[in-house]
């Protein structure tokens, strides 16, 4: 047996093997076509998408279906008889939820069978694949002076040393447990539910999956059974308290001492010296922190607020989007260049609203191939200068969208993060097809995803050159061998429109996948001390 | 180890609750993962279930910083692969690296075939009420065809057909909107 295709008979086939009743010959057929036809390949995939969309995507089914309905033949078939209209009686409206039950039934037996003692004490998932090794991030800070580089709101962090010098900063594991420590403090991260803490005071609370998180303090272990406890280290001294649930203590494999909700113990030399009641308010610092953190995100909101005022009235400033008025009603970005409006808002399409910078700052999320931020903007230019933050979830194109002109257009430019974390801004020449390609080194790396970042890029025609920034600093300086005048007109954040294809192939698909919370254009370069101050502006700690 | 499990049960409650989160919010991609090889939706649903399985048993291996879906699609391709080597209709299909293909295939076509299929609601709703209730019936419902045949006095090739033409006039309504969407 043989198919070909396009053909009838290669319909069929497909049809069949979706409804399971395809023979073994028409099975031996079908990996024939498929293997050498690339076409067949690429339209069999898309019917088998089609038909595993309709069986496995429920919302497309919400509305209720009639009770009796007709089955009268779909067009390029038989004249409807009378006997084509059918009536199924009252079938009953039944979603699966058969599954879940079975599921939910499975896992409990299964969950016998394995055996308690092995869910209890989950051991630390091995890291499988590409992947950072981080097992912590942290989560915000208030006064934070680091004995260190310091650590950014959001940051994932490796195993290894915190060292706090005063402040207040709070760590949220892998595994789900929190940690707020006060400096001057020592913090040991070792794995996504091991902790070890010599010196300082800190806070932990930790939800039930992550129950069995241990923190070394001193010579204790301290395993947490699901609860809040505090932990104040010297050398020499070691309180636990336990405000909620019960933690056990385990002194170097020696002994173990369980410690109740609202009890304290108090170690000196290696043994418990007393045991008294918890004392919260010795850990109030701790507590407050949350509403501290806050007050202080407020403050730094306010400053760029307050920055922002006066930047608006830069004359080489094209474009500000401070995605601050999301018109829900016209879904437009208004643009406050005060002195320029050549460019009077820009056009969101699709995209989610979302957290900014900070808890009062919007954003947009950017995730599907549709989300994008449109605008045109006529003018040319001697020298530009784009300026984005930007929090991106994941590097999941070949090319990740971040500033795109249409098409390849003369004097246009693309700026965009390739998959493997390199900076890349095109710039195309006079001449179709002349373009120039500048690429810092990857620095988009694992651990910068999910943290808000300050990206530049500086197209420089009296000097020039091209120059990217992240976060305020050099990342790539290059020669720039195409001559002004560059320009942008109908451009894209987030996003691109190829325009050249009429049907996007997955390489022209370039839509970013993370958030965008402020844009400016300049027509100007600006210099390296100026970019410094424009992230200091706005910087979210 | 009684004394050092004090709340057995809360915590495997816990993680039994944690790994129904995932499971149930992956559950549609591991089935449309495993129906690029094995269509038939029933063989299909048995394979997904087979891998719940699975994952629940190696849950204490998955590292939770790590997305949940590629994790658990590992272990369909394995029940999968078990599968098709019980039944011999599936191996004449996917023999010879075809299966590793078409995941191939699929994964770099996925944007694309995501674009079109944001206009399948759409293109539902535009679908005659019969035609519509017809894949509601099969889809949805899960409406046994050969019941079906016999209340409608058709036959179940009759049936089947028409759900084959269906899914033509979907194919064909949702690329001509993407298409628009484009152009």
New interface residues.
């Given amino acids: 047996m043989k198919v070909i295709y396009p053909s009838p008979e290669f319909d069929d086939m497909v049809a069949a093997v979706c409804h399971g009743s395809a023979t073994d010959a028409e099975m031996e057929a079908l990996n024939e076509l498929l293997r050498k036809d690339p076409r067949a390949m690429d339209e069999y995939l898309w019917r088998l998408e089609l038909h595993s969309r309709l069986a496995s995507d429920a919302d497309l089914f919400t509305q209720s279906a009639p009770q009796t309905a007709d089955y009268s033949i779909p067009e390029k078939s038989a004249p409807a008889a009378p006997d084509n209209i059918v009536s199924i009686g009252s079938t009953p409206w039944t979603p699966r939820k058969a599954w879940l039950t079975t599921l939910a039934l499975a896992a409990s037996l299964a969950l016998l069978a394995i055996g308690i003692a092995r869910i209890w004490q989950r051991p630390n998932a091995p890291q499988t694949g590409v992947t950072s090794t981080a097992v912590a991030m942290l989560a915000r800070s208030v006064d934070a002076d680091w004995a260190h580089a310091p650590v950014r709101e959001g940051s994932a962090l490796e195993p290894g040393w915190l060292r706090l010098k005063s402040g207040l900063a709070q760590i949220i594991f892998y595994s789900g447990a929190r940690v707020v420590i006060e400096g001057p403090a020592e913090l040991q991260l070792i794995s996504q539910s091991e902790a070890a803490c010599p010196a300082g005071r800190l806070l932990a609370e930790v939800p039930p999956p992550a129950q069995g998180f241990r923190l070394k303090a001193g010579p204790l272990d301290v395993v947490d059974l699901g609860t809040s406890f505090g932990v104040a280290a010297t050398p020499a001294r070691t309180e636990v308290h336990v405000f909620a649930g019960k933690v056990e203590l385990i002194a170097d494999g020696a002994w173990k001492q369980s410690l109740n909700e609202n009890q304290a113990a108090i170690l000196e030399g290696g043994v418990i010296s007393r045991l008294e009641e918890a004392n919260p308010l010795a850990f109030a610092s701790l507590f407050e922190f949350q509403q501290r953190s806050r007050t202080s995100m407020t403050l730094r909101y306010e400053q760029w607020q307050l920055a922002n005022a006066k930047l608006n009235q830069d004359p080489s400033l094209i474009v500000h989007l401070e995605f601050q008025d999301l018109d829900p009603a016209t879904w437009t970005l208004r643009n406050s260049a005060e002195h320029n409006r050549s460019v009077p808002t820009a056009t969101i399409v699709g995209c989610q609203r979302a957290e900014g910078r900070w808890p009062e700052k919007h954003a947009l999320e950017f995730h599907t191939v549709n989300d994008r931020v449109r605008m045109m903007v006529p003018d040319e230019f001697e020298s530009l200068t784009l300026s984005l933050w930007v929090c991106v979830k994941g590097l999941d194109r070949q090319f990740n969208s971040l500033v795109m002109c249409d098409g390849f257009e003369p004097g246009t430019v693309h700026w965009l993060i390739r998959h493997d974390g390199v900076l890349g801004l095109t710039v195309f020449g006079p001449r179709t097809g002349t373009l120039q390609i500048s690429a810092s080194p990857p620095v988009l790396t694992l651990d910068k995803l999910g943290t808000w970042l300050h990206l530049v890029a500086v197209v420089d025609g009296q000097d020039r050159q091209v120059v990217q920034y992240v976060n305020g600093e050099p990342v790539g300086r290059e020669t720039l061998k195409i001559p002004p005048p560059y320009r942008l007109g109908p451009t894209e954040l987030g996003n691109w429109n190829a325009k050249s294809s009429p049907l996007p192939g997955p390489e022209l698909v370039r839509n970013l996948s993370g958030s965008v919370d402020e844009f400016e254009l300049f027509n100007r370069a600006l210099n390296d001390a100026e970019v410094r101050e424009l992230y200091l502006k706005g910087r979210p700690d | 180890?009684a004394s050092?499990?004090?709340?057995?049960?809360?915590?495997?409650s816990?993680?039994?609750q944690?790994?129904?989160t995932l499971?149930?919010r992956s559950?549609?991609e591991i089935?449309?993962y495993v129906?690029?090889m094995v269509?038939?939706?029933?063989?299909?649903?048995d394979i997904v279930?087979e891998t719940?399985?699975a994952l629940?048993?190696k849950f204490?291996?998955?590292?939770?910083?790590?997305p949940f879906t590629p994790w658990a699609c590992r272990f369909a391709l394995n029940k999968t692969r078990q599968w098709i080597e019980r039944r011999?209709?599936?191996q004449?299909?996917?023999?010879?690296?075809?299966a590793e293909?078409?995941l191939h295939?699929?994964q770099?076509?996925?944007?694309?075939?995501?674009?079109?299929?944001?206009h399948?609601?759409t293109c539902?709703k535009k679908l005659?009420?019969?035609?519509r209730?017809?894949?509601?019936?099969y889809?949805?419902?899960?409406?046994d065809m050969a019941s079906?045949a016999e209340?409608?006095?058709?036959t179940v090739a009759?049936?089947?057909?028409?759900?084959?033409?269906?899914?033509?006039?979907?194919?064909g309504c949702?690329e001509r909107q993407?298409?628009q969407?484009?152009?």
């Fill in positions: 180890m050092e499990c004090p709340r057995p049960l809360d915590g495997s816990a993680a039994q944690r790994f129904l499971f149930l559950e549609r089935f449309r129906a690029a269509p038939n939706v029933t063989e299909a649903e279930q719940a399985l629940w048993e204490d291996s998955y590292d939770p910083s790590q011999r209709r599936w004449k299909l996917l023999e010879n690296g075809l293909e078409l295939r699929r770099e076509l996925q944007p694309e075939f995501d674009a079109r299929l944001r399948l609601e539902l005659p009420a019969s035609h209730s017809l894949i509601e019936a889809y949805y419902e899960r409406t079906l209340r409608s006095g058709k009759a049936l089947y057909k028409m759900l084959q033409r269906i899914r033509q006039a979907l194919q949702v993407a298409h969407e484009v152009a």
